[in-house]
């Protein structure tokens, strides 16, 4: 009985030293676990603040970059606004200058129309001028004739004369209308009267010169010695002997047709072509300056055809004069003005 009772209780104690380990064990475990959990909860709240502190920073740098952001809208929207009402001005402006294209193309048809009239009032005060002209030169005639001026009868004889033997060269009958003398086919010789006591010889420049040249030609040479010898059988009713040159408005490429370089250039062209004639009837014709005063001068392009002596004339006439191919076909010439004694 004993020995079971001993075995027993020894036993129980083995349980009861096994429990209290046990328990000893878990006690530890659990403590070890508690405080490991508290170790992780700590480094988790550590964390979750870090995390927090970057979620804030990160909430402060995008707040920032909002506001940067609206900065710059507000500043695109402005910009926008800006540049809306610069298109709507442009187009009030584009309206507007449109407007007054349409008023000066008005004004400008107008203008032209009040110039095309002008021009034609032009020509007509011009051809009433020459109207004029020819009276007067009738009356100082019929003065004359009166006796109530000089006697210039032998003035008016010595030029009809000289006229007529010239035409007679060319097989060409002279009329009271008629003072022209074709010479070829696009070119003619005319014998005019300027004042009672001068006479003018025009001769064309196609008809002795070549264009742009101041070199006579064979068949100006021959021109020229006809007239030539008509002047000098006259010598002795004959004064004075000015031979003109005259040229319109064309220059070289190279110079503008309102420069003073292309002035000089037809002044000199018209002086080379006078200075030619004069030496001609010099040297081939015997016609001695020193006994007839004879001189060569050069008007360039300054005197169109159609100016006389008491025109009051600007540069942009004379450009009016010279703007087509007739007109300048006549400005281009050389004259003999004969003066004749009394």
């Known amino acids: 009985m004993f020995n079971d009772d001993a075995e027993s209780n020894v036993s129980w104690i083995g349980f009861s030293d096994l429990f209290f380990h046990l328990f000893i064990f878990f006690f530890i475990v659990f403590i070890v676990v508690k405080i490991s959990a508290m170790e992780a909860i700590k480094n988790n709240n550590l964390y979750t603040a870090q995390l927090e502190q970057e979620y804030n920073q990160e909430i402060d740098y995008l707040n920032i970059q909002i506001k940067a952001l609206e ?188 420069s003073q370089q292309s002035q000089k250039y037809n002044l000199k062209l018209a002086s080379e072509r006078a200075l030619e004639v004069f030496l001609f009837l010099k040297e081939q014709l015997a016609i001695n300056p020193a006994e007839v005063l004879m001189s060569a001068t050069s008007f360039g392009s300054y005197k169109p055809v159609t100016r006389t002596a008491e025109d009051k004339y600007t540069w942009e006439r004379i450009r009016l004069e010279n703007d087509d191919d007739d007109k300048k076909q006549l400005n281009r010439r050389i004259e003999i003005v004969l003066t004749y004694r009394r």
């Open 71 to 258: 900065a710059k809208l507000a500043a695109c929207m402005e910009k926008v606004a800006i540049c809306e009402f610069s298109t709507q001005q442009m187009s009030d402006d584009k309206t507007e200058l449109q407007l007054q294209i349409k008023i000066l193309e008005t004004k400008l048809q107008s203008c032209q129309s009040n110039l095309q009239e002008c021009q034609i009032s032009l020509n007509a005060y011009q051809e009433d001028n020459k109207k004029l002209k020819y009276r007067l030169r009738k009356y100082k005639n019929l003065v004359k004739y009166e006796g109530y001026g000089p006697d210039t009868s032998k003035v008016e004889t010595n030029k009809i004369e000289l006229f007529q033997q010239i035409a007679m060269n060319y097989n060409f009958v002279a009329t009271e209308d008629e003072r022209c003398i074709p010479i070829l086919e696009d070119d003619s010789l005319c014998v005019e009267d300027t004042t009672l006591q001068e006479q003018t010889i025009s001769f064309g420049s196609s008809v002795l010169f070549t264009s742009g040249r101041a070199k006579l030609k064979v068949r100006g040479r021959d021109i020229l010695t006809t007239v030539g010898n008509v002047i000098r059988n006259k010598l002795p009713v004959i004064q004075e002997i000015q031979i003109q040159g005259h040229a319109d408005t064309t220059a070289p490429r190279q110079y503008d047709i309102d």
